[in-house]
């Protein structure tokens, strides 16, 4: 005989029960018998009989209970989730990302239903809501020229290097600092991982570098105090139409003075014949892909780096480099977005 009430016992093993219940109705067990081993009335063993031969055993078996009826109708919900699918500034919000306290104000005052915060991961999960960190744009970003660049002159610029059997690079430079970043690691609970790096500031390695969606990369090391100008892009230039000797190059570049330099328009206009560069929209890092590359280096290739001076430095980034070269898997990575 079991001990608890049968209303206090599991849907799983109160199922087990019913199925018992009448096996042994079966077997010719007096019903208040099997109401007294079972702790349930014998109202209940009745309609379990009674169930059983109506519907077929199968009746018996356990189901969810479907719980209180949502707060939300069918018809709000698909609003809500039209509302979800603007940037919060649409609705008079301060910006535009979407909190969950934003959400619940957004459904009490847009549809006068006031939700529990305990409830609101549950409804943002039907919503097919996921938590993201966001990408960062500039607030001088004109979205206007980003969607000319994605519709109009990117797929002019993919469709001239098809015609030509042109190398599509995107290009950019970047400094990597004798200060790594220190990313996480796996341990043990009762460690605290340490790793000890270098804290001088100012002391950093300039490269310039391509990649392009087959994997192929190139990349040049600025010499000690060099800066970046029109002389080391075109110096750049000239390394990747010699890694790819014979091609059509196209290079797309975003804005900076280095690239529309009239150094590099000139060398440019003397070399049309197998290279042509286009220049990024302002304020629109997301669309170089070259971005990518130096994210990798920096957090993965030189994760807790013990780089302690300059010299070290410029070992470690050639290193780095030219491992990531070496990887066209890797390289056609950043451009499966």
Not at 141 to 149: T, Y
Not at 170 to 179: F, G, K, P, W
Not at 198 to 209: A, D, E, L, Y
Not at 215 to 231: H, I, Q, Y
């Amino acid at each position: 005989m079991i001990e608890k009430d049968g209303r206090s016992v599991p849907h799983q093993i109160m199922e087990e029960f019913r199925f018992a219940a009448i096996k042994l109705h079966a077997q010719k067990v007096d019903v208040a018998v099997i109401a007294k081993t079972f702790k349930v009335s014998v109202q209940a063993v009745y309609s379990w009989i009674s169930k059983s031969k109506q519907r077929g055993i199968i009746s018996l078996k356990s189901t969810k209970t479907t719980g209180r009826p949502p707060l939300l109708s069918n018809d709000q919900f698909n609003l809500l989730f039209k509302y979800l699918r603007q940037p919060a500034s649409k609705l008079d919000y301060a910006t535009d990302l979407w909190s969950g306290p934003r959400i619940r104000h957004l459904i009490k005052h847009r549809l006068g239903i006031v939700y529990h915060p305990k409830h609101m991961p549950r409804l943002l999960r039907r919503l097919g809501l996921v938590m993201k960190f966001p990408e960062r744009r500039s607030l001088e970003q004109d979205p206007k020229a980003v969607r000319e660049w994605k519709t109009v002159r990117l797929p002019e610029i993919m469709e001239d290097a098809k015609n030509r059997h042109s190398l599509v690079f995107y290009a950019d430079e970047s400094l990597i600092s004798l200060i790594p970043y220190v990313g996480r690691t796996w341990t043990f609970p009762d460690k605290m991982p340490k790793v000890r790096v270098s804290g001088k500031r100012g002391q950093h390695v300039g490269v310039t570098g391509a990649v392009n969606a087959q994997g192929r990369s190139c990349f040049d090391l600025t010499a000690d105090k060099e800066k970046f100008t029109a002389v080391t892009f075109i110096r750049f230039i000239r390394r990747l139409r010699k890694e790819f000797p014979g091609r059509n190059i196209i290079i797309i570049a975003d804005g900076s003075s280095t690239h529309k330099a009239k150094l590099v328009i000139s060398y440019q206009n003397r070399h049309k014949d197998w290279l042509r560069i286009e220049i990024l929209p302002a304020y629109s890092p997301e669309l170089n892909f070259s971005e990518k590359a130096w994210g990798f280096i920096k957090t993965k290739a030189r994760n807790g780096s013990q780089a302690s001076n300059k010299e070290q430095l410029r070992e470690e980034t050639l290193m780095a480099v030219t491992d990531l070269k070496k990887n066209k898997k890797r390289v056609k990575t950043f451009f499966s977005k």
